[in-house]
């Protein structure tokens, strides 16, 4: 009997892996950069000695909610996916005060939230970006 082809994973692709390392790098820079001026921090983290940041978060958060931004991204039209950007980056300001709450992030008394909002509009856009055009690419 003739082996039937691998069936691909709808989810996990290396498009998609690409991008969520790529989200990976650039959350640690900027939480790397917002920590050390100040204008955040994570008071209780992995190894705390030795980051500054919250590391799980940067290294598997991070990449696996791109992966499933990414996988809701491939599923839409422009319009939905520019909604899709919107929505995603209007909730995280709010998933951020929840955390404050949880006492999982503290925020300095300079910080806005409208600035995760902008953030997160910014670095969902470069990462749809990046991704529409690999997928592009490779066809």
């Known amino acids: 009997m003739p082996r039937l082809p691998k069936k691909r994973s709808a989810f996990w692709n290396k498009d998609r892996f690409t991008c969520a390392l790529l989200a990976s790098l650039l959350g ?28 799980l978060f940067t290294l598997i958060g991070l990449p696996l909610l791109t992966m499933i931004f990414l996988y809701g991204l491939s599923l839409a039209n422009g319009w939905g996916r520019a909604g899709l950007i919107l929505f995603v980056s209007l909730l995280m300001p709010i998933m951020e005060k929840s955390a404050e709450r949880l006492g999982l992030f503290v925020h300095s008394e300079k910080w806005l939230h409208l600035y995760s909002f902008f953030g997160y509009l910014l670095f969902f856009t470069i990462i749809s970006v990046v991704y529409l055009g690999l997928k592009n690419r490779s066809g």
Request: glycine letters at 8%.
């Open 28 to 55: 640690t820079y900027l939480d790397l950069y917002f920590v050390g001026k100040g204008m955040y921090q994570f008071p209780h983290r992995l190894l705390p000695e030795i980051f500054s940041i919250h590391i």
